[in-house]
C-alpha cells in the first residue's frame, strides 16, 4: 500500500505540464520535474528509514529488557536492527526508480543495479552483525566455551562473502553467478598456490575444530615456535599462546596438525596434577639397621607399624631357616634406605593437598652413576600452578631434612 501510494505521489506528469504551462521549454520543463521528483522521493526515502529505524528499535529494545535471553541484547548491541532497517533505502529506490526516471528511461537500469547491489552490501552487514551476535552469546553459553566459536564464524562469514562477492561481479559484468561458480574450477591451481596458507589454515581450523583438539583456555605446548602458555584466541588461519612471561605467539593453525603439541587440557579435567621428582641417595649410605637405628626408627609415628610388621616377618623367616643374628648377610634385614622408602609412601599419602585415590607411589630408578634416584610419584589436589610448585616444593624440602634421620646422605657432585 505504501509502495503503490508513493509511487503515484511521485508521478511527474502533473508537475511537467505545469512547467509546460508557465512558458518553460519541454527539455527544461523535463530536467525540472525529474530534478523534483529525485529531490521528492530521496526525503520520502530518508523519512520511511528514520521511521523504520526509530520505531524498530524502540519496540525491539522494549522487548529485549522483558525477555529472559541474553541473545536479543548482544543483537541490539550488533546492530542487527539498525541493518535491517537500512534495507528499506535500496528497496524503495529500486520501486521508485521508474517513475521518478520516467522521462529518462537508460538511467532506471544504472539505478535498480545500484540499489540492487547497495542491498547486498547491506544484507552481509546484516549477517556479519548477527554472527557476531552469536559469537559474544555463544562465550556466555557452557557450549561455547568448549568449542572455538570464533573458527566457525569466520568459517560462516568466509562464505557469505565469497557468495556475495561472486553475486556483485555478476551484476557488475551483466553475466550469471552461475558464469562464476563454474569457472572456478579452472583456477583452483591458482587459487591453491596463491591462498595455499589460507587453504591449509582453514582445513586445519576446521579439523580442530570438528576434532576439539584445543579449545581457548587450554594450556599448549610447541617449542618448535617457542610456546608455552595458554591459548586465548582461535581464528580460522592462527592460534594465539599467550606465555608466563605474558609473550603472545602466534601459531598457523595447520601447524599444529601437521607438527603436533602437547595439551594440557586432560590434566586440567582429571583429579589431580601429576609430581614425578627424584633425589638421588648417595649408595654408600645404605645398610642394615642396627639396635641404636631401629630404636630411633620406632620413635617415627608413620613407622611404627611398617616396623611392627615387618620385624615379625624377619624374624619368622630367619627363625624358620635358623640364621645367625651375628651373621645379618645370611638372612632377611631391615635396611635404612627401605625404611626410609616406606616412610616416605606413608608421608606422601598422609598429605591432606595430594589426591590418595590416584596413584601413589615411591620407588627406585635405573642408577646412571649418580647415586640411587628414588622417585615421588602422586597427584596433587591443586592444578593451578603456584600451588602445584608449592606443594612439589615442601615435599623436597621435607624429604631433604629428613634424610639424616635415617643416616642416609645424598649424592650429589663435588
Not at 535471553?69 to 537500512?86: P, Q
Not at 537508460?106 to 552487514?125: C, G, N, Q, S, T
Not at 639396635?291 to 616396623?307: C, G, N, P, Q, T
Request: with cysteine; net charge neutral; aromatic share 8%.
Amino acid at each position: 500500500m505504501i509502495m503503490s501510494s508513493a509511487s503515484s505521489f511521485l508521478v511527474i506528469d502533473p508537475v511537467f505540464r505545469l512547467l509546460e504551462s508557465f512558458g518553460i521549454a519541454p527539455s527544461l520543463s523535463v530536467l525540472i520535474a525529474t530534478v523534483i521528483a529525485v529531490a521528492v522521493a530521496l526525503l520520502f526515502i530518508v523519512a520511511v528509514e528514520l521511521l523504520v529505524k526509530k520505531t524498530l528499535l524502540r519496540i525491539v529494545t522494549r522487548l529485549a529488557r522483558k525477555t529472559s535471553t541474553s541473545l536479543d541484547d548482544y543483537l541490539v548491541k550488533h546492530k542487527v536492527f539498525s541493518g535491517l532497517a537500512m534495507m528499506s533505502p535500496p528497496i524503495l529506490l529500486h520501486i521508485l526508480a521508474p517513475p521518478v526516471l520516467k522521462f529518462y528511461p537508460d538511467l532506471i537500469p544504472f539505478v535498480r543495479d545500484a540499489a540492487v547491489l547497495y542491498l547486498a552490501i547491506v544484507v552481509v552487514k546484516v549477517l556479519f552483525s548477527m554472527l557476531d551476535a552469536i559469537h559474544d552469546y555463544l562465550l556466555q553459553h557452557p557450549v561455547g566455551v568448549k568449542l572455538p566459536v570464533k573458527s566457525f564464524v569466520q568459517v560462516f562469514k568466509t562464505i557469505v562473502f565469497g557468495i556475495a562477492a561472486i553475486y556483485i561481479l555478476s551484476r557488475l559484468l551483466g553475466k550469471s553467478p552461475l558464469v562464476f561458480f563454474s569457472g572456478l574450477g579452472a583456477f583452483t591451481a591458482v587459487l591453491m598456490l596463491i591462498f595455499k596458507d589460507s587453504i591449509l589454515g582453514l582445513v586445519a581450523g576446521v579439523q580442530l575444530s570438528s576434532n576439539d583438539l584445543v579449545r581457548p583456555g587450554d594450556w599448549i605446548e610447541m617449542p618448535k615456535y617457542g610456546a608455552n602458555g595458554q591459548v586465548i584466541d582461535i581464528s580460522l588461519v592462527t592460534v594465539s599462546v599467550q606465555n608466563n612471561d605474558k609473550s603472545i605467539v602466534t601459531i598457523p593453525a595447520y601447524a599444529l596438525i601437521s607438527d603436533g603439541f602437547k595439551n594440557w587440557r586432560g590434566m586440567t579435567e582429571s583429579d589431580g596434577r601429576r609430581i614425578k621428582r627424584a633425589i638421588c641417595i648417595d649408595m654408600t649410605s645404605v645398610r642394615f639397621l642396627d639396635d641404636e637405628l631401629m630404636a630411633k626408627m620406632r620413635k617415627i609415628r608413620l613407622l611404627e607399624r611398617y616396623i611392627d610388621e615387618r620385624m615379625q616377618e624377619v624374624e619368622a623367616h630367619n627363625s624358620k631357616l635358623g640364621v645367625e643374628e651375628l651373621v645379618p648377610v645370611n638372612g632377611r634385614q631391615l635396611t635404612n634406605l627401605g625404611t626410609f622408602r616406606a616412610y616416605l609412601t606413608e608421608y606422601v599419602h598422609h598429605l591432606p593437598k595430594i589426591n590418595p585415590d590416584l596413584t601413589v607411589l615411591v620407588r627406585y630408578l635405573q642408577p646412571e652413576g649418580k647415586g640411587l634416584p628414588v622417585e615421588i610419584f602422586c597427584f596433587s589436589r591443586d592444578k593451578a600452578m603456584v600451588e602445584f610448585e608449592t606443594i612439589q616444593a615442601d615435599i623436597i624440602d621435607h624429604v631433604l631434612a629428613v634424610l639424616p634421620s635415617f643416616e642416609l646422605r645424598v649424592f650429589q657432585l663435588n
